[in-house]
DNA sequence: CGCAATCTGTATCAAGCGATCCACAATATG
DNA sequence: CATATTGTGGATCGCTTGATACAGATTGCG
């Protein structure tokens, strides 16, 4: 009953997220966006409504996708200091590439929050999902005794998700994987 | 032999500084400006030649004065563990101000980074002297045993940096001192 | 095969942007 | 007091932006 679409939708917000990643939201223009995406802007706006809508999309993408797969990562460590240690680093090498992009979710905080609200909901959510897995992993850890008891899962697990924010603003500013190191051993040192 | 400026140039870049730091950097126009400082386009233009070199000197006020009172704040604490936490409480207290405005140096360097290759060496340079300024309380510290010495002072001093980052980012996102504060506390744990 | 519905790409729109121009006001200097 | 020089603010410029209109292409369905 009508014509079916030409482009792969998730490999176009997939590009897309490259770009406002790269970028940021103001600086990426929709004429970048279709020219990248090799799409027509009728195309572009009959599938994601507007700007906005598309930028939605690659946040969602970015959480679905990467964000996800930090948390994953998580369960398959040896140990819950190594696995969390783990995560940290591969955060911090995805975010000194590219000249230093950060986290598309923390440059969301920072570029969007006071325009948009709806962005605010997302990031948080990321950040409680995040938090809440690692709280669980130091809960076993804790169990099993591997780490000490000083603080509480919950509010351990809330320092390294905003310690893990810092690291990610750091990489921006100064994108050296090797010069953040150091700084999550002592991170971790709150575990003990 | 001419006429006189008629406005307060340092108070007009601190009003700008207050613009740019609520709204961010794009969302800010020119128009915004003169109208909060109440000024022709033709004043403000002849003052800081552009719109970017209206932000530089807002960024650049903010070092002197806003990051300089907190580095200034250090030493005055009884001990190097109060002075820091005082700091960063503080620091916490006014990135949650107005709705999460956060801190405008991070907020510089996640929005404008990709763009702008000058707001990187402004804001490397106060993170350096944040840094500094933290290294030598603690070098301090260690000397007279106040502090544990599992770390070395610079290594210290960089994780509390970026921890802070991480403080102002989270501010950002929930605007709530008091589910930062006992961050602040786990974070102090790496100086025992 | 024909029709209706959807997709595609280009041209185009109105609005807002940063920046400049300019006529006029103000003032330091001789 | 006269004059050269600078500040002032509103009008205006050229451009880019996000968004839309539209004509043609493509498809599923009767």
Chains 1, 2 share one sequence.
């Not at 790269?22 to 599938?47: F, I, K, P």
């Not at 804790?142 to 351990?156: C, F, Q, S, Y």
């Amino acid at each position: 009953m009508a014509r079916t679409r030409e482009f792969d939708t998730e490999a176009a917000v997939s590009r897309a997220m490259e770009l406002f990643w790269t970028r940021g939201y103001e600086a990426t223009t929709v004429r970048d966006l279709t020219q990248l995406l090799g799409l027509g802007q009728g195309s572009l706006y009959a599938a994601f409504g507007d700007k906005d809508g598309l930028y939605r999309a690659a946040l969602e993408h970015y959480r679905v996708t990467l964000a996800a797969d930090a948390l994953r990562s998580l369960q398959e460590g040896a140990d819950a200091r190594s696995a969390i240690r783990t995560m940290l680093a591969e955060r911090v090498r995805i975010a000194v590439e590219h000249e230093g992009r950060g986290c598309l979710a923390v440059n969301a905080a920072c570029e969007r929050l006071p325009q948009d609200a709806s962005t605010r909901r997302v990031v948080r959510d990321m950040q409680d999902a995040s938090r809440d897995a690692i709280a669980e992993v130091l809960r076993v850890a804790a169990e099993r005794g591997e780490i000490a008891a000083r603080h509480d899962p919950h509010t351990l697990a809330a320092f390294l998700v905003t310690f893990l924010h810092g690291l990610l603003v750091s990489a921006k500013i100064t994108p050296d994987a090797r010069a953040l190191e150091p700084l999550v051993e002592v991170a971790l040192a709150a575990l003990d």
